[in-house]
Structures are given as structure tokens and as C-alpha cells.
């Protein structure tokens, strides 16, 4: 039977439908575990992309044949499209790393995610599966750089192949499941005026802070996390 269709097939008479979010995640649910139990993702990291893509796609299509969900045309490639990022990435955070906009993302447990665009944190709709879905990507991500994370060590530090900076805690240190932050850094660098025009500082204070480099002074720059040290840093320094 075809998986794609344009009305969903009617419930029951007095017993309430599942709201659309929830059953998309659930067959998701089903399918990714059914797709991780066919897969043999070591084999998966020698392989061509473009043609394993195009097997999994197959195989994916075989497993939904196998689901009572109806999708939208729509919906099967978003379905698609999460899955193979979930094989090949991060996961439901590729959206996200491939946004130029997000220069942070924080994971606090598998089910709040929040984003930092343009210096204004907000959370969005993307969430784990479970917190068995989140070790996944943290493993990925710790193992590609020769780290472990693990109840005898649970918080690590790491780096993607962008350069952004990763943190991940997990139980026990972390009480309510697995954490994650990634601070990533921008493809174009603020420039001093760019300071200026942001508000960041003022005029006659970039002034002064680039005459005490050229004296050669000593000086701290210090601040909490995303407080723009790195920035000013690399502003002074250019």
C-alpha cells in the first residue's frame, strides 16, 4: 500500500487522534531503529555518499512500506532527508549547523533545543528521539576526535571539523540526561567598525583600546561565555 497520501486515514469514532507532530515522530521513531538494525554503519564510513544515500533511500521506502502512517509527498522527504542526516551527521542539528545565522546551539536534554541568532537565544522545534538518540551524536561527535565520554568521565570537551567548539555533559554529573552546547564561529570575522555600528563599543573606546596595542600595554579581555572576547581579540589583534 502507498505510504504517500493527501488525508490522513480516519480514527476510530471516540478515540481522539494523536496530533500530527506526535505520530510524525513516532513512525520516525520506528523507522530510524529499524534502519540502524539493517545498517552497518562502520561499512557505511568507506563508501561512496552519493551511492549510499541512494541505498538508503531504497531501504527506507521498503520500511515504510512496512508502517500504517500515511505521508504527504512532503513529509516522506523531510522523513528522508532527517534520517540520512541522523546516518551521516548530527542528526536533527545538521539543519541547524548548516544555518550561517546560529552561532550557538544548546542542547539541554534530548528534548529543548535553543539556538543563538544575532545575540538573541530562542528555542526551537528541533528535539532527540530520546536520550539514547543524543549519546548517539555526542559519541559521534567525541569519538572523531580520539575522546571518550562516560559515566567514569562525563563531561569532555571536543571540536567539530568546522572548528567549533563542543561541550557535552552526561549523567551522573548531568541529573536530567545528556547536555550539549556547540559554539560555533562566524564565516565572516566583525571588524572594528563593525563593533562601532553593533554598539558594542563606542568610537572614542576603540580608539583608545588601539592605542594601548600600539604602545604595547598589557591587558585582560574577560567575559562570560559569548561575551565577545574571541572578537575583540581578533579586532585588537588585526
Do not use: W
Not at 39 to 66: F, G, H, P, Q, W
Not at 83 to 99: K, T, Y
Amino acid at each position: 500500500m502507498s505510504q504517500v497520501a493527501t488525508v490522513p486515514a480516519p480514527t476510530p469514532a471516540g478515540r481522539p487522534q494523536p496530533p500530527v507532530r506526535q505520530q510524525y515522530l513516532e513512525l520516525k521513531g520506528n523507522v530510524h531503529r529499524k534502519l540502524l538494525n539493517r545498517l552497518n554503519l562502520e561499512a557505511l564510513s568507506n563508501v561512496d555518499r552519493a551511492r549510499a544515500e541512494s541505498e538508503i533511500r531504497t531501504l527506507l521506502t521498503e520500511l515504510l512500506a512496512e508502517e500504517n502512517t500515511p505521508l504527504s509527498l512532503g513529509e516522506r522527504e523531510t522523513l528522508f532527508a532527517e534520517l540520512i542526516d541522523d546516518v551521516f551527521g548530527l542528526g536533527p542539528l545538521e539543519p541547524l549547523l548548516r544555518d550561517p545565522a546560529v552561532s550557538d546551539i544548546l542542547v539541554n536534554t534530548h528534548k529543548h533545543v535553543f539556538v543563538e541568532r544575532g545575540g538573541t537565544l530562542h528555542r526551537v522545534q528541533t528535539t532527540f528521539q530520546d536520550d539514547r538518540h543524543l549519546m548517539r551524536v555526542i559519541d559521534r561527535i567525541v569519538s572523531a576526535v580520539g575522546r571518550r565520554v562516560d559515566d567514569s568521565s562525563p563531561m569532555v570537551d571536543a571540536r567539530l571539523p568546522d572548528g567549533s567548539r563542543v561541550n557535552a555533559i552526561i549523567p551522573p554529573l548531568a541529573v536530567d540526561g545528556p547536555l550539549l552546547s556547540i559554539r560555533r564561529f562566524p564565516a565572516e570575522r566583525l571588524k572594528a567598525d563593525d563593533l562601532v555600528t553593533l554598539r558594542a563599543m563606542t568610537k572614542p573606546m576603540l580608539d583608545f583600546l588601539s592605542h594601548c596595542v600600539r604602545a604595547r600595554l598589557n591587558g585582560i579581555i574577560s567575559g562570560g561565555t559569548g561575551a565577545g572576547k574571541t572578537t575583540l581579540l581578533n579586532v585588537l589583534s588585526s
